[in-house]
């Protein structure tokens, strides 16, 4: 599924695509092609719809990636579901994997197709143990692993379980016959349901490993930190695989007011001033920046020692030296 538009990352993605929004040097669609290739799924096919120009001129027939890739293009808004009902010549007769190519993942994906032949189910679906469950559907299930009822989106009052639903899925042909053609449909808020209401089965099976739905601008620079750190397994280019980039000097700054902060870990420090400023507007392309008509504020790391340099361009030379102190003694606070 690689038809999300990202609205809500726009503010800092503009209007790319969602499959296109970059993670570590490289869109998160081809990260899940990667995941994908390296576990043996190699034929896929691409449900795509907004700015899907983008993401055929980028990907193509696959064959740069190791797999062979197809695209069916929706005119209008299908859903999930009919989204994937419209690939139907694609998946004919056989049960096939569904993942979205917008949302990280290392999961063993094998372990879920076999989950499922084992159990016959018409569904199964990946489960992820979340403590923020709030933005995504929730499944409970029974001690065979077997969904009893979906929460879809619950506020606290209404949460009953931490698994969520990725939107990973192993289907059967027979469960897609519930489908209409060309009708927008969705699998969390209509089939499944329906599928329980109708008696067939529908298998949970809680997933090791890490997942993210790159949402919000918060999951997403958490989702970049959690591959920088490890959390994330990924396969990532030279440049960003731990060790690889060479101590630099610090490059001169062009600033009205310098200050440096000694820290334990500049990653760490880092990491939680760029949270703290998220929702400021922060620009993280050259360290943290934020800028508004009156001053410039930059923070970086320094290159070959543990500290942080501070540096503020502004209409007034105190209110520049104000600022980074104050800065500074906001990253003093954090202890870090």
């Not at 503010?11 to 790319?16: A, E, K």
Request: proline content about 5%; aromatic content about 8%.
């Amino acid at each position: 599924m690689a038809g999300g538009m990202g609205t809500r990352l726009r503010s800092i993605t503009g209007d790319t695509p969602k499959p296109m929004v970059p993670l570590l040097g490289r869109p998160m669609m081809e990260h899940i092609i990667i995941l994908l290739r390296e576990q043996g799924f190699t034929d896929i096919c691409a449900a795509v719809r907004y700015r899907a120009g983008d993401i055929m001129g980028y990907f193509g027939d696959g064959s740069r990636f190791g797999v062979r890739l197809q695209y069916r293009v929706e005119d209008r808004a299908l859903g999930t579901a009919g989204g994937v009902k419209n690939c139907r010549d694609f998946y004919g007769d056989e049960d096939f994997l569904v993942i979205s190519g917008d949302a990280a993942c290392d999961f063993e994906l094998r372990t879920l197709m076999d989950a499922h032949r084992r159990s016959s189910a018409d569904a199964t679906i990946a489960l992820y143990r979340s403590r923020e469950p709030l933005r995504y559907g929730l499944a409970v299930t029974d001690h065979d692993g077997l969904v009893r009822s979906f929460v879809e989106k619950p506020d606290w009052s209404r949460v009953v379980t931490d698994l969520v639903n990725t939107g990973i899925y192993v289907l059967s042909p027979r469960a897609m016959e519930l489908v209409p053609d060309g009708t927008e449909y969705d699998f969390g808020k209509q089939l499944f349901p329906q599928l329980l209401e109708s008696g067939r089965t529908v298998l949970g099976v809680p997933m090791d490993g890490y997942w993210c739905d790159i949402g919000t601008p918060l999951s997403y620079y958490r989702c970049c930190v959690d591959a920088l750190e490890g959390r994330l397994h990924l396969d990532l280019p030279e440049q960003f695989r731990p060790g690889s980039a060479p101590e630099a000097e610090d490059a001169p700054e062009d600033v009205d007011y310098l200050e440096e902060c000694p820290c334990e870990s500049r990653a760490e420090l880092m990491g939680a001033l760029s949270e703290l400023m998220l929702d400021m507007g922060a620009d993280y392309s050259d360290g943290l920046r934020l800028r508004t008509e009156r001053y410039s504020l930059h923070i970086r790391p320094c290159a070959g020692r543990s500290a942080v340099r501070i540096g503020v361009r502004a209409d007034n030379a105190e209110f520049a030296k104000e600022l980074a102190l104050s800065a500074k003694a906001l990253a003093q606070a954090l202890k870090l």
